[in-house]
Each structure stands twice: as structure tokens, then as C-alpha cells.
């Protein structure tokens, strides 16, 4: 049974920072790209980042830029998202998600609230 789940969401200042992660179980976790969503309340679920199998090659869209750093630990069948000087905009449930180019629709994690408040 394949599992994805999150972990490090919270309630934050800010300009402070979190880190999130996501541990695989039941897929060979080195062959998949990884990949963080967010949605916010009333809004689509958009892509933040991407990595790839090896981790060799690390994408940012949208909000990602500049202030998120995706990273991967094959031995852990882990990956991060790390988040610094976040605003209240960032404010959403972030989402990590398995993808292989024969997988139909790849695999989704349960998600973890992220508010980012004074």
C-alpha cells in the first residue's frame, strides 16, 4: 500500500520559517519525482515545487520562487520543503505528491496545514 505523509505544518509568524516533509512508504521512492502542492481556502491547488528522482534538478512555480527550497533524501524516502520568510498568503495545506512517468495521476499525501499569522 502505497503512503505519502506529511508532516511539520503549523501555525507561524510572519517571516518566520517551517519545514515540511514528506515520507514514502510502499513505492520505490528513488525512481519518483517529488512534488509539493498548496491550496488555499476557495482556491485552486496549485504546483510549488518539484525534484526530480535523483534530486539533481529542483523547479519553483508560482509562490515557490525565491523563498521555498524543495530537497530529497532517497535513503529516507523523504522529501522537504523547506519555507522561509513566509506571509500570510502562504497561508494553505500543502500537499506532496509521488510522480512516475507510468503511474496515471501519481500518488497524493493527506496534506498539512500551513497558517502563517500574528
Known amino acids: 500500500q502505497v503512503q505519502l505523509v506529511e508532516s511539520g505544518g503549523g501555525l507561524v509568524q510572519p517571516g518566520g520559517s517551517l519545514r515540511l516533509s514528506c515520507a514514502a512508504s510502499g513505492i520505490n ?8 502542492y498548496r491550496q488555499a481556502p476557495g482556491k485552486q491547488r496549485e504546483l510549488v515545487a518539484s525534484i526530480t528522482a535523483s534530486g539533481a ?11 521555498f527550497t524543495i530537497s ?47
Request: glycine share 10%.
Open 29 to 36: 521512492f528513488s525512481s519518483y519525482t517529488m512534488e509539493w
Open 57 to 67: 534538478r529542483p523547479s519553483y512555480y508560482n509562490y515557490g520562487k525565491g523563498r
Open 72 to 118: 530529497r533524501d532517497n535513503a529516507k524516502s523523504t522529501a522537504y520543503l523547506q519555507m522561509n520568510s513566509l506571509k500570510p498568503e502562504d497561508t494553505a495545506v500543502y500537499y506532496c505528491k509521488a510522480t512516475h512517468i507510468v503511474i496515471v495521476g501519481g500518488y497524493w499525501g493527506q496534506g498539512t496545514q500551513v497558517t502563517v499569522s500574528s
